[in-house]
Structures are given as C-alpha cells and as structure tokens.
T-cell receptor, first 117, second 111 residues
Framework: GAVVSQHPSWVICKSGTSVKIECRSL??????MFWYRQFPKQSLMLMAT?????????EQGVEKDKFLINHASLTLSTLTVTSAHPEDSSFYIC?????????????FGPGTRLLVL | EDKVVQSPLSLVVHEGDTVTLNCSYE??????LLWYKQEKKAPTFLFML????IEKKSGRLSSILDKKELFSILNITATQTGDSAVYLC???????????FGGGTRVLVKP
C-alpha cells in the first residue's frame, strides 16, 4: 500500500515556541492531505484539509492562525503549531489520499507526539 | 449531522476466540467505509468497502458492508495477542473528501 511519512516522530518543546511537523507521501502524489489530532483513548479529530496549491480548510473550532498548514507540493504538507502551549500537547497524525488506482483510499502517517512543557 | 457509531466500546477475549466488531453510520452522500487498526502509532489501513454484501478478507480478518441497514462488521477469527488494538471505522463521503470516524473499539486479546 501507499506510504506516508511524518517527521519528527516526537518533539518536546518549551511553551511559546513554534513546532513544524512534516507529512510526506512517499510513493504517490496527494492533492489532498489531512491533519488530525488525537487525545489519549479518544478517536481521531480532523483539524483541517490541506489542498495542494491552495489554502487549507479548517474544521470548526480549529484556530487557523495557531495551526498553520502549508501544502507546497503534491508530496508534502506541513503543520506548524505556533506559540505552543501545554494544552497543545497531543498526537498529531496526517493522512493522504491516494486515488491512483481509481479508488480513493486514505493512508495515515505514523504520527507525531508533541509535548509542550 | 453525520454519525458513525462503533460497538462495543471495548472487549476482552482469549487467544483463539472470534470477535465481531460493529460499525453503524448515518451520513449523506456515502462513498465508502473503511476499517483501520491502531496500535501505539497511527492507524493502519485494513479494508475499504463500497458495495453491499461483498466480503473482504485478509487472513483472519474479514469485513462486510450492508448499505441498506447502514452498518458494517469486522470479524477476527482465531485471535492472537497481536490483534490487541483499537479498531476504527470511518466513512468517506462523495463530497468534501473527509473521513468521519467512529469512536473505536478497543480489543484486548489475552494469552
């Protein structure tokens, strides 16, 4: 199946700093990528839909100025958590749609654990 | 509002048992239903179902969709401890390209 990578896999930062997370589709082109957030023992919560070459579409309640998304190419989307605070500590997961076989399936990256001190 | 509900919330079985996980949904513009397995990291893809009544099978796992009654089941036979995970069901819509996830079923397989 298609492979999606994320970097870094985990990060610890001080409150007030910004953290950038990269999501790459390794063997396919993804016009659409998604960013999710997951708290312990909860399901995935969609934060935003990232479209190559255009602005991201944010879900209700997600601050676009806090969670900056850039989808600069068909294989790379980045999520920047600006001025991170302890409540931003979470597991961030990206996914990418692969429609190359004619049947679109969404594949997930391995996730990034963020801890804000 | 779109809704995906999984049951049970959790279950504990012993190796060799069979488990059946349920996923019911209410969405507009249904395109497909997907099953994922999540261990300690991000979800890994198991199945995508688009047509009613056609069973998808992979080893000891199988799944089927009923588009009339709006549900899907995931079966795991001869369970092993490595099957312990959270199983997530998600529905893909024809418009919007977004997945709506259920709350997941946590499965623990004891030796």
């Amino acid at each position: 199946g298609a492979v999606v990578s994320q970097h870094p896999s985990w990060v610890i930062c001080k409150s007030g700093t910004s953290v950038k997370i990269e999501c790459r589709s390794l063997d396919f082109q993804a016009t659409t990528m998604f960013w999710y957030r997951q708290f312990p023992k909860q399901s995935l919560m969609l934060m935003a839909t990232s479209n190559e070459g255009s602005k991201a579409t944010y879900e209700q309640g997600v601050e676009k100025d806090k969670f900056l998304i850039n989808h600069a190419s068909l294989t790379l989307s980045t999520l920047t958590v600006t001025s991170a605070h302890p409540e931003d500590s979470s597991f961030y997961i990206c996914s990418a749609r692969d429609g190359s076989s004619g049947i679109e399936t969404q594949y997930f990256g391995p996730g990034t654990r963020l801890l804000v001190l | 509002e779109d809704k995906v509900v999984q049951s049970p919330l959790s279950l504990v079985v012993h190796e060799g048992d069979t488990v059946t996980l349920n996923c019911s949904y209410e969405v507009t513009n249904f395109r497909s239903l997907l099953w994922y397995k999540q261990e300690k990291k991000a979800p890994t893809f198991l199945f995508m179902l688009t047509s009613s009544g056609i069973e998808k099978k992979s080893g000891r796992l199988s799944s089927i969709l009923d588009k009339k009654e709006l549900f899907s089941i995931l079966n795991i036979t001869a369970t092993q401890t490595g099957d312990s995970a959270v199983y997530l069901c998600a529905v893909d819509k024809a418009a919007g390209n977004k997945l709506t996830f259920g709350g997941g079923t946590r499965v623990l397989v004891k030796p």
